[in-house]
């Protein structure tokens, strides 16, 4: 299933491509960007009938992007849950081993504790003297 749909991703890409390539190449009302990336060149292959075969093309591209992108879309979702159910039942189940018993040899052990002191102070700081005046 991934390989369809790495192929079917591949496919969107080019047919994105196509459609703005389309797109730029067509011939706006006032000239613009169609005019100066091959608006005559567009002519000169399709003949009179340019913007008729242009736009026809534009339209078939982007429903083929729709109907892609939704097929890809349906796609993951359908690997992703049929992933998570795989992963579910993927790994055996094994049981836990016995504990061992505690051996009576081996008494807990009290805690260490320090004992208590009182608490070290530092020193004061002794006090600054006032600046002398020259």
């Known amino acids: 299933m991934s390989i369809v749909l790495g192929i079917l991703t591949f496919i969107l890409i080019i047919v994105s ?3 703005v390539l389309v797109v730029l190449a067509q011939k706006s009302k006032d000239g613009g960007m169609g005019a100066a990336l091959g608006g005559g060149a567009a002519e000169a292959a399709f003949g009179a009938e340019t ?8 339209i078939y591209a982007a429903v083929l992007f729709f109907v892609l992108a939704f097929a890809l879309y349906l796609g993951r979702i359908y690997e992703s849950k049929h992933a998570a159910a795989a992963a579910g039942s993927a790994l055996p189940t094994i049981a836990a081993p016995a504990a061992a018993p505690v051996p009576a040899a081996a ?27 020259p």
């Open 107 to 133: 008494a807990p052990v009290a805690p260490v504790t320090a004992p208590m002191t009182a608490p070290v102070t530092a020193p004061a700081a002794p006090a600054s003297e006032p600046a002398k005046k």
């Open 17 to 19: 491509v196509f459609i």
């Open 51 to 58: 913007g008729n075969v242009l736009s026809k093309s534009t």
